[in-house]
């Protein structure tokens, strides 16, 4: 985000009406864009366990 509204210029209502690909398309002449692999199930599993959400102060696990 912070690459597309210093760097690019865009404004906020630009940055977040811009989809992934065309954020990467635009970024591209900067040397920025790297191809990144999909989200899997057990991925995102896995990180939802290490990150879990938090209420009220304390974590998911913790209630």
Do not use: C, I
């Not at 970024?27 to 989200?39: D, F, Q, S």
Request: proline share 6%; no cysteine.
């Amino acid at each position: 985000m912070s690459f597309a509204l210093g760097r690019l210029g865009w404004s906020p209502k630009t940055v977040w009406a811009a989809t992934l690909p065309e954020l990467e398309h635009a970024a591209r002449p900067y040397g920025t864009a790297r191809k990144v692999e999909n989200l899997t199930a057990d991925t995102l599993a896995h990180l939802m366990s290490r990150f879990p959400d938090q209420t009220g102060g304390k974590h998911a696990h913790e209630r």
